[in-house]
């Protein structure tokens, strides 16, 4: 499913109105194309945002996504790091947020960056003082954890190669997506006596993993055919572990569109 512009930033003011409702809300932070760089904003776009919270607070946020869902239903709600989730409402728009308590902003990394709501107690200062290239941290790589970053990888890809972004797709697909297939394929087949690289987990890959590398021709079969790899990937998914119905529908979705024009 894609979704218009316009849906887009309402969705974004929807979720500056539900913070402001409550009591501990301090701002809503866009970022990307759906902060400073809004030019870019298009149909295949997810909404990237930062809630900023009174301190205390960001637990409460992290643990019940009630302000989110009283805004429309939420399909899927993967947490993919300790800060934050990527979310799928059930029309279709997708979301990768973190919540921050004021003191963290200061260690937070973010480009792009646009204020959509705030209280007149929140510093700007905290916004405008720089920004910084973001390396999120993650929690310890459960398969849930490992199964929802391939199918959010999966999503952001498909989105991407519809947009004329075949490079990009290619490596969320069949780069992201099938690093963290490998990783989960480690957890369903017994390792072969062939060490590991640390420093390079693909290397020696087809003699720890031999009944997994048989599958990778279908899931690397190259740039033009990142939905086809994506196709795979998820059929491989589905067979091995619980995906969730709504994420899943929209990346069978996304691989039968024809492609589009950016917007």
């Known amino acids: 499913m894609t979704t218009s512009p316009h849906l887009l930033q309402q969705r974004l003011e929807e979720i500056g109105q539900s913070l402001a409702r409550r009591s501990d809300g ?73 919540v921050f308590e004021p003191a963290e902003l200061a260690q937070a990394s973010f480009t792009a960056v646009r204020i959509i709501w705030q209280t007149a107690e929140f510093d700007n200062r905290l916004v405008t003082n720089g920004e910084r290239p973001s390396s999120p941290t993650t929690p ?77 021709p279908d899931f690397l079969p190259g740039y033009e055919n990142s939905p086809a790899a994506a196709r795979a990937i998820l059929s491989f998914l589905t067979q091995h572990f619980p995906v969730n119905p709504a994420i899943a529908a929209e990346i069978l979705g996304l691989c039968a569109q024809e492609n589009g024009a950016e917007g």
């Open 140 to 216: 310890s790589p459960t398969n849930e954890w490992l199964v929802g970053e391939a199918l959010t990888n999966l999503y952001v890809g498909l989105g991407r190669f519809r947009r004329g972004e075949k490079l990009s797709a290619m490596r969320f697909i069949q780069g992201y997506a099938v690093d963290r297939l490998a990783d989960l394929a480690s957890r369903l087949e017994a390792a072969q006596p062939s060490l590991p690289d640390p420093f390079a987990p693909e290397r020696r890959i087809e003699q720890r993993l031999p009944q997994f590398s048989q599958r990778l």
């Open 26 to 98: 301090l701002a809503l932070l866009g970022l990307g194309s759906a902060g400073a760089e809004l030019t870019r904003l298009d149909v295949y776009s997810d909404l990237d945002f930062f809630a900023i919270v009174q301190p205390g607070s960001k637990t409460r946020y992290i643990t019940d996504l009630t302000w989110l869902s009283e805004i429309a239903p939420v399909a899927y709600a993967f947490q993919n790091t300790a800060d934050g989730y990527k979310l799928l409402f059930a029309d279709g728009i997708f979301c990768e947020f973190a």
